[in-house]
């Protein structure tokens, strides 16, 4: 009998979701103020959360059945998850369909990677990405509500030591905040090594605060940026761009590139390729989505991999065409975005 079609996990609007985000706890050991609030928020029960064999069970379901060819590991902090580099190693061993090892990436704030991040390549870690919003240690204790930036500017550099290429430094600007900043994290990019990476400040924060007139359009990053730099789009970049939320830009006479994400102004979501799992196991179609799909659940009640996998696929086939902000009738979802993951 020939061999049945492999399975995929498609949705209604011609996209194949083939890169998976997984948040391996909603924890952090960061306070920042668009993401939640000075005291913290009620952390997931530890019963909740899937362990790190149900974890790397789903994740070999979504690899060799249904087409998922790079895994990131998000948080809240994933460098608080004492099985990191076991979950890393894990997922190394897997191969998809073609016989290829999945691309294993890594979303931090950075505080204590210095420590950890020849571990993390050594189980086999491809990829890296880390938050930084503001070069001055004042602000960044303001910001976050702790003191810690010469950790994560240590983790960066330990990051760019470790041969990892490149080495993606994710920033957020803020009116009135870290706006000014902009150009002097290009700079500072160049002379660190890193790629820097501006995102449009999106509405996932636990207090709801999140104001359109607040947050720095790619527009106005671009503007502030080319107030010192000359930038420019390479054919090859805008070609080659694919899935990826970033655009990228050359700084003139350089190497050196910059990516700007308009995830609320310019919405990417006709090219998205992803798909979350969270650290209690939910299956979310998209970050905004409103509603999830159990696998903790069946997982643990002995489903087999044939069940788990057509759950993925029935959740995953009524994802939305967008994300909806720019629409009226747009609402935050329930989770923060530390409890969903990057």
């Known amino acids: 009998m020939p061999e049945s079609d492999p399975l995929e996990l498609a949705d209604s609007h011609g996209r194949i979701a083939s890169d998976l985000r997984v948040s391996l706890s909603d924890r952090c050991n960061l306070r920042c103020q668009y993401c939640m609030p000075a005291e913290g928020l009620p952390w997931m029960p530890r019963e909740e959360v899937l362990t790190d064999a149900e974890m790397l069970q789903l994740i070999r379901i979504g690899i060799e059945q249904l087409g998922i ?8 902090e994933p460098l608080l998850h004492r099985g990191l580099e076991g979950l890393v190693a894990g997922i190394a061993q897997m ?3 073609a016989g290829i090892k999945p691309g294993i990436a890594l979303t931090t704030n950075g505080i204590g990677l210095a420590t950890r991040i020849d571990g993390l390549v050594a189980a086999g870690l491809d990829r890296i990405n880390i938050s930084l919003d503001t070069l001055d240690p004042e602000r960044f204790k303001s910001l976050t509500r702790r003191d810690r930036h010469a950790d994560v500017l240590a983790g960066i550099e330990a990051a760019v030591r470790s041969g990892l290429r490149p080495v993606k430094v994710n920033s957020v600007l803020m009116r009135g905040v870290n706006d000014d900043e902009a150009a002097d994290l290009v700079e500072w990019a160049g002379r660190a090594g890193v790629q820097l990476r501006f995102i449009e400040q999106m509405p996932l924060d636990a207090q709801h605060g999140w104001s359109r007139a607040k947050m720095v359009t790619a527009d106005e990053v671009y503007a502030a940026v080319s107030a010192r730099f000359e930038l420019v789009e390479d054919p090859e970049d805008r070609r080659t761009r694919g899935a990826a939320p970033a655009e990228l830009f050359r700084v003139a006479g350089t190497e050196q590139r910059i990516g700007i994400i308009a995830a609320v102004t310019r919405p990417f979501c006709g090219a998205c390729d992803r798909v979350r799992l969270t ?3 939910q299956l979310r179609n998209c970050l905004f989505a409103r509603d999830e799909s159990d696998l903790r659940g069946p997982l643990r009640a002995g489903a087999s991999d044939e069940e788990i996998a057509e759950r993925w696929i029935r959740n995953v086939a009524r994802k939305l065409p967008g994300h909806g902000i ?6 935050q979802p329930d989770r923060p975005m530390s409890a969903i993951g990057g």
């Open 69 to 76: 060819r790079t895994v990131r590991l998000t948080g809240g």
């Open 95 to 97: 191969r998809t369909r």
């Open 279 to 281: 650290a209690d196991g």
């Open 326 to 331: 720019n629409d009226p009738s747009f609402l």
